[in-house]
């Protein structure tokens, strides 16, 4: 079993629709990102959390420590949405490297 | 700030090549990475350098070195390429790696295909 899942790993929405994509992590942490690749594209960073909440223009993240579990969420997704989403978490035990999903890739139609 | 920047973004080699990929940050991070990704698969760590001058294994270091340079360079070099490298690397770095509150910044990416 991996440490970190993600789902679902695949998505198709319309535009305008609120998308929740989910990470569960079955590791102490002491930080969870959520990154973003285009086809073909680079990753970029999108969060950095480690409690709570965190909202950057449409885009919502949220953690729970307790649950080991965080959500991303996209509200009035849009077609340049789509793109793989993916979840990584830094160890408590072993800060030096984070540990990816698989990724969610989201496909959002006119 | 160029950020992480790879060369090259695209490769072909025939089995039992060599190459090296490069990477440098402008960011004056202490960490580096080196990463493949293969489809179906989370980004697996290559190999990491916490700081100039020390490197280490990551999760898949076979049939790769890694020389980090200096603070801005890390390169990774395949002496024999085998089909199962046949991936997409990504360089990356972060300002302090015991951090929690650092982010991640990744390259463009290096599609390399071993025929």
């Known amino acids: 079993k991996n440490e970190v899942e993600q789902s679902p790993q695949n998505l198709t929405a319309q535009e305008g629709e609120f998308i929740t994509i989910n990470c569960s992590y079955s590791?102490?942490?002491?930080?969870l990102h959520w990154l973003q690749q285009h086809p073909g594209g680079g990753i970029v960073s999108l969060f950095m959390?480690?409690?709570g909440k965190k909202k950057h223009g449409r885009l919502i993240a949220t953690i729970n420590i307790q649950e080991k579990h965080s959500s991303l969420h996209i509200t009035a997704s849009h077609p340049r949405d789509s793109a793989v989403y993916i979840c990584?978490?830094?160890?408590?035990?072993?800060?030096?490297?984070?540990?990816f999903g698989t990724g969610t890739r989201l496909q959002v139609f006119p | 700030n160029a950020g992480v920047t790879q060369t090259p973004k695209f490769q072909v080699l025939k089995t039992g090549q060599s190459m090296t990929l490069q990477c440098a940050q402008d960011?004056?991070?202490?960490?580096m990475y080196w990463y493949r990704q293969d489809p179906g698969m989370g980004l697996r760590l290559i190999y990491y350098?916490?700081?100039?001058?020390?490197?280490d294994k990551g999760e898949v270091p076979n049939g790769y070195n890694v020389s980090r340079l200096n603070k801005r360079e890390f390169s990774l070099r395949l002496e024999s390429a085998a089909p199962s490298q046949t991936s997409v690397y990504f360089c990356?770095?972060?300002?302090?790696?015991?951090?929690?509150?650092?982010?991640?910044?990744f390259g463009p990416g290096t599609r390399l295909t071993v025929l």
């Open positions: 350098s916490a700081s100039e001058g020390t490197t």
């Open positions: 959390l480690s409690s």
């Open positions: 960011m004056n991070h202490n960490s």
């Open positions: 590791v102490g942490i002491s930080a």
């Open positions: 990356a770095s972060i300002l302090d790696r015991g951090s929690s509150y650092n982010e991640q910044f």
């Open positions: 990584a978490v830094r160890s408590s035990l072993n800060t030096d490297k984070l540990i």
